[in-house]
């Protein structure tokens, strides 16, 4: 059974940094498509980053720039780097994981609360 769990989210003030992390178990990591997720109040969650198993990335157009995404395999850790955040970054951030093989395997966090305001 693989989990997911994120942490770092919390309260940050507009231009401010956060670190989110999340941590992978039961399964061999490093085959996964990897990425992040949010969902804000009132609205459908969207796609943020992902990182390929080849370590490829891509970024939505509202974080480019500002969000970096990483990993390292051998702690089955996930990371996103956040900077210069702003308000309408503020919402609930998930952490996801695939596999594709003959089935798709898709794997979710529990979110953690990320909210930028003064």
């Known amino acids: 059974q693989v989990q997911l769990v994120e942490s770092g989210g919390g309260l940050v003030q507009p231009g401010g940094s956060l670190r989110l992390s999340c941590a992978a178990s039961g399964t061999i990591f490093r085959a996964y498509t990897t990425g992040w997720y949010r969902q804000a109040p009132g609205k459908q969650r969207e796609w943020v980053a992902t990182?390929?198993?080849?370590?490829?990335?891509n970024y939505a157009d509202s974080v480019k720039g500002r969000f970096t995404i990483s990993r390292d395999n051998a702690k089955n850790m996930v990371y996103l780097q956040m900077n210069s955040l702003k308000p309408e970054d503020t919402a609930v951030y998930y952490c996801?994981?695939?596999?594709?093989?003959?089935?798709?395997?898709?794997?979710w966090g529990q979110g953690t609360q990320v909210t930028v305001s003064s």
């Open positions: 996801h994981a695939r596999l594709l093989g003959l089935t798709t395997l898709d794997y």
């Open positions: 990182m390929t198993s080849g370590s490829s990335t």
